[in-house]
Structures are given as C-alpha cells and as structure tokens.
C-alpha cells in the first residue's frame, strides 16, 4: 500500500518549552531540559516512510521548520494547552506555503475541545481524539477523512465549512501490536538533544503501557487519552525493547520508564526488572510512593538506579482533597525504604492544589526537606481542560470567569491559574520560588550536591550548567507574574 510523504512534528516553539511531558509539566523548566517525543515516535513507527521531527530539541528556528515540513504531503502536530497558539499559527504559515498539504493535530488538548481547536484555525484540517496510533496510520494511507473513526475534522462546502465528528475509536488492548519506538528515536532523532537533569545521560525513555488505576485530579493524559486501565505490554516485548537498544544504541547509559506509574502492577514490574537485570542495564521509572520494601529491593538489585516520585504535598487532606491514593506516613516509610536500599529519588511537588493555604505551603516545604529527595521539582497546580481540577476550578470561580486561562506566560514559564479566597494566585506563584530555596539553600543539600560533583568532572560541568539556569530562573520567576 502506498503513503502519503509524512511527517510527525514537534513544531518550533518557546524556548526550552517542551510539551512532550503531557501532563506533567507543559512549560519552561528550571533546567533545560528535553523529553522524547514518543506520543509521536509511536505512529511513526507504524507509517513507512515517514519521519519525525523533533524542533524544539533541534533547535530549529520556525523557518527552518517550515522549509523542511512543507514538502510533505501529510503533517501531524502534536500540541497541548500552553503551545496549541504558537501551534495554530505555525500551521497556518504551514499550509501558506504548500495549500495542498493535509495538516492536523493530536494531544490532549484537541482530544477534549476538537470543535474549538478546529475553529480556532481553518488552517487545521482535523484533530485526533482518542488513542491515535492506527488514526495517524490510517491517514497516512490517504483513506478519506469520513471514513477514519477517532478524528474531527473540516469539510469544505458551499456554505462554508462544516465541523464533522467521526465516530470514537476504540481502547487498544494489545499493546504488544504497536511496534518499538527505539528504532525510531535512532533513526530521526538526536539522541544527544534530550537531556533531564536526573537522569544519566544520554537516556532513552519508554513507555511499557498506557493508562493509570489513580484517579488523580489534576493529571491529564488519563483523564483525557490514556484512561484509569493499566494496559500494558508483556514482560519479554518490553526487554526485547531493551534488548534492541543495548545492541543498537550503545551510548546509550539510562532507560526510563515513563508509565504513569510502573510499579502499579508489582508482579510484573519485578518480573521485568530481573530481566533488566539479566540484560546488565541501568534504568529508572515513575513510581508512586507506595512501593513495599520488597519490590523496592528486587528493582534495585537489577539495575534500578532512580525513581521519579510525585509527593505532590505534605498535607494529607490535599491529597485526599485531589484524591492521590497516598498519606504523608506512607510516603514517609517508602522514603526510608528508599534511602536504606540506595535509591536515588526525583521527588515532584505541585502549589495551589484546592486546599492550599499559607500553612500548607510551609508543611509541604518541611515535608521536602524531611523526606530529602536527592532532586526535586515545584510546579504550580495547573487546571487543565478535561480535568476534575479544571471542572472544580470553573465550578468554584477559581478561575476567572469566561475568561482565556493562561498556564503559561508569552516566554513559556509556568503561571498560577488558581486563586482562593484565603490564597492568591500570586502567593501560589512566589511560594514557588520559596519552596525552591527552602530545600535547596540548606547546608546540608549543597553538601550532598558537592559531594557529587566531586566525584566526576562531568558530573561537576554539568551541576554547574544547571546552577546557572536554575539561579535564572529563580531571578527571573521572582521579577515576574504576567
């Protein structure tokens, strides 16, 4: 079967911005620092021919993007809340240059609003909603719009155009059916582009399955795409993956694990870290901070080096409140656990949550520093559309009413959507910048912290660059609110 020339593409955006973290994080960071693709790498590796792109981690100016994309036939942009704007007019500029061009969107963001995002631009010619993997495959064999269930799109008429929605493509289920996406990131990408500052470098992230059981308000991709079933791949596909990577991609020094939460199934997770064993790799993954003792240990026995833990706060009835599945004594327990077997932990923490007050901003901060992650990072609690938290923000008027929410700010850093009656979005904001100092500015983490330097030039070239970034940052976040 033929295939329209295809391209998946990152599109030119704020610098150091990287939307590719989904719900996590869809803005600037302290650090820069870059993500796969990968919600893209995985329709790539199922269209022959085609290529992704990856912008904003090239470095490519918008120009540049355009000159290159606009010789394709078909163009599919992934975009979220903060970047769909620059995205938009990025596709407008696109289908400028080459009108014939089919060009569309997938993420989240057009999942949940598809007539909005497709009236927003009449330059977007459809939107993905669910799951888009077969979707993009479909398109790229040039089957008529009408018939591809899963998108919306526009259909030109006499009357001007009409906004048509096609009927919902169904869950995958045999996740074992979509092909690796390793092969991908080796063939299109530079892998010495992405870098996160927790993590051996260079790295390589995966996902073993999609979906997450939690129900956390706040978290996007399964309220929107993924969903609140665990639907994974087998143990040997996953370390086949692994296989394939060491033999393929030997600079290669760290695998990531990017499920939601790996450990969710701990028969399985233990299963494939033995087998990580076997392979003599070194990996980390997302873990909540529930893991028993036991399946701490087997994970680090083979090869476990790093979890990426979300605490979120240190206040119990936030959690309740956001409905996280996790109380502050067993995080504290899973912390113990974690530093007797010598795990190191990236613990992520979210200001603003409903609930938040002065006092609660000052318990999560002693709740950091008692834990003590080896690395932290502060984001502020960011209503996206599709989520419980959006529903609770418009449904309480914490949120500006009819109003255009802003999460991110024109140079792409973060903002503090919520207020309450009894807390400002502007100390949300700055509790940021004190929660930062406050876990950082101590004796004994800039010790901890020299002490690794010490131990590798690399490792010291590297805690500098990032000692310069994130000293901007906090100048920068504490200049600036709009």
């Given at each position: 079967?033929?295939?329209?020339?295809?391209?998946?593409?990152?599109?030119?955006?704020?610098?150091?911005?990287?939307?590719?973290?989904?719900?996590?994080?869809?803005?600037?960071?302290?650090?820069?620092?870059?993500?796969?693709?990968?919600?893209?790498?995985?329709?790539?590796?199922?269209?022959?021919?085609?290529?992704?792109?990856?912008?904003?981690?090239?470095?490519?100016?918008?120009?540049?993007?355009?000159?290159?994309?606009?010789?394709?036939?078909?163009?599919?942009?992934?975009?979220?809340?903060?970047?769909?704007?620059?995205?938009?007019?990025?596709?407008?500029?696109?289908?400028?240059?080459?009108?014939?061009?089919?060009?569309?969107?997938?993420?989240?963001?057009?999942?949940?609003?598809?007539?909005?995002?497709?009236?927003?631009?009449?330059?977007?010619?459809?939107?993905?909603?669910?799951?888009?993997?077969?979707?993009?495959?479909e398109l790229a064999e040039g089957?008529?719009?009408?018939?591809?269930?899963?998108?919306?799109?526009?259909?030109?008429?006499?009357?001007?155009?009409?906004?048509?929605?096609?009927?919902?493509?169904?869950?995958?289920?045999?996740?074992?059916?979509?092909?690796?996406?390793?092969?991908?990131?080796?063939?299109?990408?530079?892998?010495?582009?992405?870098?996160?500052?927790?993590?051996?470098?260079?790295?390589?992230?995966?996902?073993?399955?999609?979906?997450?059981?939690?129900?956390?308000?706040?978290?996007?991709?399964?309220?929107?795409?993924?969903?609140?079933?665990?639907?994974?791949?087998?143990?040997?596909?996953?370390?086949?993956?692994?296989?394939?990577?060491?033999?393929?991609?030997?600079?290669?020094?760290?695998?990531?694990?990017?499920?939601?939460?790996?450990?969710?199934?701990?028969?399985?997770?233990?299963?494939?870290?033995?087998?990580?064993?076997?392979?003599?790799?070194?990996?980390?993954?997302?873990?909540?901070?529930?893991?028993?003792?036991?399946?701490?240990?087997?994970?680090?026995?083979?090869?476990?080096?790093?979890?990426?833990?979300?605490?979120?706060?240190?206040?119990?009835?936030?959690?309740?409140?956001?409905?996280?599945g996790l109380r502050t004594d067993?995080?504290?327990?899973?912390?113990?656990?974690?530093?007797?077997?010598?795990?190191?932990?990236?613990?992520?923490?979210?200001?603003?949550?409903?609930?938040?007050?002065?006092?609660?901003?000052?318990?999560?901060?002693?709740?950091?520093?008692?834990?003590?992650?080896?690395?932290?990072?502060?984001?502020?609690?960011?209503?996206?559309?599709g989520t419980r938290l959006y529903?609770?923000?418009?449904?309480?008027?914490?949120?500006?009413?009819?109003?255009?929410?802003?999460?991110?700010?024109?140079?792409?850093?973060?903002?503090?959507?919520?207020?309450?009656?009894?807390?400002?979005?502007?100390?949300?904001?700055?509790?940021?910048?004190?929660?930062?100092?406050?876990?950082?500015?101590?004796?004994?983490?800039?010790?901890?912290?020299?002490?690794?330097?010490?131990?590798?030039?690399?490792?010291?070239?590297?805690?500098?660059?990032?000692?310069?970034?994130?000293?901007?940052?906090?100048?920068?976040?504490?200049?600036?609110?709009?």
């Amino acid at each position: 079967m033929s295939h329209l020339k295809t391209l998946f593409l990152q599109a030119p955006s704020f610098d150091g911005f990287d939307g590719g973290a989904g719900s996590r994080y869809q803005a600037k960071r302290e650090i820069r620092s870059f993500w796969y693709p990968t919600w893209l790498a995985q329709p790539a590796a199922l269209v022959p021919g085609s290529r992704l792109l990856d912008a904003p981690a090239d470095g490519l100016t918008v120009e540049q993007a355009l000159d290159i994309a606009s010789a394709y036939e078909l163009v599919i942009i992934h975009t979220s809340t903060p970047s769909f704007p620059s995205d938009a007019r990025f596709t407008e500029l696109l289908k400028a240059r080459n009108p014939t061009l089919l060009a569309g969107m997938v993420g989240a963001k057009v999942a949940v609003d598809p007539g909005g995002s497709l009236r927003a631009s009449r330059a977007i010619d459809f939107v993905a909603r669910e799951e888009f993997d077969y979707t993009c495959r479909e398109l790229a064999e040039g089957r008529p719009l009408a018939d591809i269930d899963g998108i919306s799109w526009r259909e030109a008429g006499a009357g001007g155009d009409a906004i048509r929605h096609n009927p919902p493509r169904a869950m995958l289920e045999d996740m074992d059916a979509l092909p690796f996406v390793a092969p991908v990131y080796r063939r299109d990408l530079n892998i010495r582009n992405y870098f996160i500052g927790y993590l051996n470098y260079p790295y390589v992230s995966l996902y073993t399955g999609r979906g997450c059981r939690s129900r956390c308000t706040f978290c996007l991709w399964p309220q929107t795409v993924g969903g609140h079933r665990y639907r994974t791949r087998s143990s040997e596909n996953v370390l086949a993956e692994v296989r394939w990577i060491k033999e393929n991609m030997p600079e290669v020094k760290e695998i990531m694990f990017d499920d939601d939460t790996f450990t969710d199934f701990r028969p399985r997770a233990e299963e494939i870290a033995r087998g990580l064993g076997e392979l003599g790799v070194t990996w980390s993954c997302n873990a909540k901070a529930n893991v028993p003792y036991s399946t701490l240990k087997i994970m680090k026995e083979n090869g476990l080096r790093l979890l990426l833990v979300g605490y979120e706060s240190g206040d119990d009835q936030i959690l309740l409140n956001i409905k996280k599945g996790l109380r502050t004594d067993i995080a504290r327990r899973f912390a113990a656990d974690c530093r007797q077997l010598g795990i190191t932990v990236h613990g992520t923490f979210i200001l603003g949550l409903p609930g938040e007050t002065r006092e609660t901003i000052a318990k999560s901060i002693a709740f950091a520093k008692e834990i003590n992650p080896h690395t932290i990072q502060v984001s502020l609690a960011a209503p996206y559309p599709g989520t419980r938290l959006y529903e609770q923000a418009v449904e309480n008027e914490w949120i500006p009413p009819n109003k255009t929410i802003h999460l991110v700010n024109e140079s792409g850093v973060q903002l503090a959507a919520l207020s309450y009656p009894h807390l400002s979005s502007e100390e949300i904001y700055h509790g940021l910048e004190q929660f930062y100092r406050s876990f950082y500015f101590r004796p004994s983490k800039i010790w901890e912290i020299v002490s690794e330097m010490a131990g590798s030039w690399e490792m010291t070239r590297r805690r500098l660059r990032e000692g310069v970034e994130f000293f901007h940052f906090l100048r920068a976040h504490g200049a600036t609110h709009s």
